[in-house]
């Protein structure tokens, strides 16, 4: 999707896993019901999905305006290349590079440190392109650290929370790539301020060229220097200076007055900025422009989470094919229609229900793979809250679902209703288990919904959205 519709269905998404009054099931039937008849179900799922949220925000924006600012806050501008092209001159025509006292030093510190500094940062590139980095890179973990921080408001909480980490995640190769564009245009741009402060100096400051040394001759001097400048030489048709002319302008003394002129020296040094610091760097900003295009036009949006499958189905007007794993302990009679209700009003009333056997403790790896081997739209394992959540039994019966079929969206149920009827009149009790299995889930990235299957109706008390992958 290009960047405004992927930052729009991050949202929903968000918004479609909580469970919050701003965004109700209602509403999400709402959006998907206007999606689908807008649009023909065989159209591309980018479309569907890009068209119903953009029915949703309209009904989002109005009820809080944390919503409308999160989706209005700007990824770019391209003022800000201007801004970087004023700093970078700014900068550079500040900087003296021509020395004091109306002295050109042919040697040329100022010079050569601009000139190597760009060149550490060309090595730099080749072996971490800015722009390029992937999830496990330093430099993309660092920006989204920052880009949570830009992103995040103060307000924001909930889905717009779990909106800020996803798009974090999604958008940090974008942001690379826009950052890197400001960098090289600002360098280029204080490389061409540099030159621009030689030039002015010199038209109102009659300089002279000379150099002193205390370890070097002559000799050395244009050994060092003709490499280096013949490229800019040959550009501008003004050779480098032989050994004798060089040691002809060198200083013996700082009282010792300059006499060599300056000009030709200043031209090859800025020809010289050119070359290794103007066009690199304006060829690098193109190339870190084009990559911020074609990412802004392709963000690759998870569609892996449970209610985004929901409303994939829905909008395919596909049924979904719920496929249940008990774990430890079989379900009831009385909650398996409690569950079938719970997952009818998840995935609605059309939805194929398939209760697999029990797994039993110690039989995790070969049932999940059994199990992954068949086709499901969504996996659905059941726990009983009674049970102590155990990194060595649920813990790897889900990993290994999550591995035997990774494209299936996990969602965790635990049925509470034996466990409350246990501790009916300890209600802190029941809270303290409960928030147990939640930071369970939120350990493995799976969403949980811990509901009383004791009858029909059954009864959602909790819902933990999933986590976005990678957070």
């Excluded at 422009?289 to 985004?308: C, S």
């Excluded at 009149?425 to 147990?436: L, Q, W």
């Excluded at 889930?441 to 933990?464: F, N, Q, T, Y």
């Amino acid at each position: 999707m290009d960047e405004a519709a992927a930052r729009r269905v991050v949202l929903l998404q968000a918004f479609d896993a909580a469970d919050s009054p701003l965004w109700t099931r209602e509403d999400a039937a709402w959006a998907t019901q206007l999606a689908a008849r807008s649009l023909p179900a065989d159209a591309p799922l980018e479309r569907l999905l890009s068209e119903r949220a953009r029915h949703a925000v309209q009904r989002l924006e109005p009820r809080d305006r944390a919503v409308r600012r999160w989706l209005g806050r700007p990824g770019w501008r391209w003022r800000w290349v201007l801004l970087a092209v004023v700093i970078g001159l700014a900068g550079g025509f500040g900087v003296d590079l021509l020395g004091r006292n109306q002295i050109v030093d042919v040697l040329a510190p100022g010079v050569w440190a601009v000139v190597a500094w760009n060149l550490a940062v060309y090595l730099l590139l080749a072996f971490v392109p800015l722009g390029r980095a992937t999830r496990g890179d330093a430099a993309a973990g660092s920006l989204r650290r920052a880009l949570l921080s830009w992103w995040q408001h103060e307000s924001a909480s909930g889905p717009l929370r779990i909106a800020t980490r996803r798009w974090a995640e999604l958008s940090a190769g974008l942001a690379l790539a826009r950052i890197a564009v400001l960098l090289h245009v600002a360098a280029a741009a204080l490389a061409i301020g540099l030159l621009g402060g030689m030039y002015l100096r010199g038209l109102v400051l009659d300089y002279r060229a000379g150099w002193q040394s205390t370890f070097l001759d002559a000799t050395q001097v244009h050994t060092l220097l003709a490499p280096v400048l013949s490229p800019a030489g040959a550009l501008i048709g003004i050779p480098v200076p032989d050994a004798s002319a060089i040691e002809a302008m060198r200083l013996s003394s700082p009282a010792q007055p300059a006499t060599a002129p300056a000009a030709p020296w200043i031209h090859l040094y800025a020809a010289t900025l050119v070359l290794a610091v103007v066009m690199p760097r304006l060829l690098l900003a193109l190339a870190a422009l084009v990559r911020a295009l074609l990412r802004a036009r392709r963000i690759e949006v998870p569609l892996t989470d449970v209610a985004t499958q929901r409303e994939v189905r829905l909008l395919r007007r596909q049924k979904s094919q719920v496929r249940v794993c008990p774990y430890a302990q079989s379900p009831s009679a009385q909650a398996a229609l409690g569950l079938r209700a719970l997952l009818r009003r998840e995935f609605g009333d059309d939805l194929q229900l398939d209760i697999e056997a029990t797994t039993a403790v110690g039989d995790e790896d070969e049932a999940a793979r059994r199990l992954g081997a068949q086709p499901a739209t969504v996996r659905v394992v059941l726990v009983d809250l009674a049970a102590t959540p155990e990194e060595d039994h649920q813990g790897r019966f889900v990993r290994a679902l999550q591995s035997a079929a990774p494209q299936v969206p996990l969602l965790v149920v635990c049925d509470e209703s034996a466990y409350r009827q246990r501790f009916a009149g300890m209600p802190e009790r029941i809270d303290e288990r409960r928030g147990a299995w939640r930071r369970w889930a939120a350990s493995h990235d799976v969403r949980l919904s811990a509901v009383a299957l004791d009858g029909l109706e059954a009864a959602l008390v909790g819902d933990a959205p999933r986590a976005p992958a990678g957070t």
